[in-house]
């Protein structure tokens, strides 16, 4: 479905797990809503970027490193994801929902479980609304060129042997 954002048309798909939410959500904004859950998506090379805010928290710990790699395998060569979670390390209980916590450092590490993705930044933000704290992470995944070209220490804009590279 296309929608504007800002001053951009944008094609939008849209998932929740809860069919109830899901219901709710496409009633309340009139876009069709999937019902699905990260742990299953499957799409490849498919977005520019997805916006998980508050959302991937609700994923147990455990299952946060598979969840990235299939976000990663989602994004199109050098896509971008933005994620949030709440403040912390690791899962808690509260109001009745369980939510897994991180940190920056937590953050930055769950990124480098996923190879073909990239923290380009992670950063605290505050909560006016509820005061609560929040792990914030800009990650975007690297073309397969690029991220050759990082390994073997070439810059990322020209294809040049590193200095001193043989």
């Known amino acids: 479905m296309r929608w504007r954002f800002g001053g951009w048309a944008i094609t939008v798909t849209v998932f929740e797990a809860s069919p109830t939410l ?41 299952e946060l490193p598979e969840v990235l790699e299939h976000l990663g395998r989602a994004l199109k060569p050098e896509g971008v994801l933005y994620a949030s979670f709440k403040y912390g390390a ?42 609560e704290r929040w792990a914030n992470a800009i990650i975007a995944r690297e073309s397969p060129s690029r991220a050759v070209r990082r390994m073997c220490g070439q810059p990322h804009e020209s294809s040049e042997p590193a200095e001193g590279a043989n």
């Open 90 to 131: 690791g899962e808690r209980a509260q109001g009745g929902q369980r939510f897994t916590g991180l940190d920056e450092e937590g953050l930055a590490a769950l990124v480098e479980t996923a190879p073909v993705l990239a923290a380009l930044a992670t950063w605290a933000t505050g909560d006016r609304w509820k005061g």
């Open 22 to 62: 899901t219901r709710l959500a496409s009633e309340h904004r009139g876009l069709p809503v999937e019902v699905e859950r990260f742990q299953r998506i499957d799409w490849e090379d498919s977005f520019d970027g997805i916006w998980a805010c508050a959302s991937l928290l609700h994923v147990p710990m455990a």
